[in-house]
């Protein structure tokens, strides 16, 4: 076709939207959440879990702190394993924590997903809602805005924050 540029796939489309509208880190946060077990293995994914990511550091709770201690050394692996994973360097600094580990860490991609109807289904659509507002395209506000309150309920839930977690 004379005149027509490159095509972008999808994925590049959505990721430049995702990261126009501050979303990046969140849905990195999710994927790691998901896919704890495969990116750390099982022995490190048993006792830890990734609570939230929050100007380029990634929180980890830890069982005990003798993990925390083993975890310690381990930081500069978990760090390249978690940017190979995401394909850039967007964690740049681990912070571990002794904390509870959920007890639905174990949970896989094949946990179907949350009733489209349920209340929390209902708060990740009307969050994601507010994040999409800006999309002109109401087709394409409508599928962002789906994928993004429908990946939370197929992702493990983070523990609960007490006062006494910080970030």
Do not use: C
Request: aromatic letters at 6%.
């Amino acid at each position: 076709m004379p005149g027509s540029g490159a095509l972008d796939s999808l994925g590049t489309i959505l990721s430049g939207l995702a990261k126009r509208l501050g979303l990046e880190s969140r849905l990195l946060e999710l994927r790691l959440q998901h896919h704890w077990h495969e990116i750390v293995g099982e022995p490190i994914a048993s006792h830890t879990w990734p609570a939230q990511i929050r100007f380029k550091k990634l929180y980890l709770i830890v069982q005990n702190s003798v993990w925390l201690q083993q975890l310690t050394f381990l930081k500069p692996t978990l760090l390249a394993k978690m940017n190979a994973d995401a394909g850039t360097e967007f964690i740049t600094e681990i912070v571990l924590r002794v904390g509870e580990i959920p007890s639905h860490v174990g949970v896989s991609a094949a946990t179907p997903a949350a009733d489209k109807r349920s209340p929390l289904a209902e708060v990740a659509r009307v969050e994601a809602s507010s994040h999409t507002a800006a999309i002109q395209d109401p087709g394409l506000r409508e599928r962002f805005t789906e994928v993004i309150s429908s990946y939370p309920s197929q992702a493990p839930h983070p523990p609960a924050r007490g006062p006494s977690h910080v970030p």
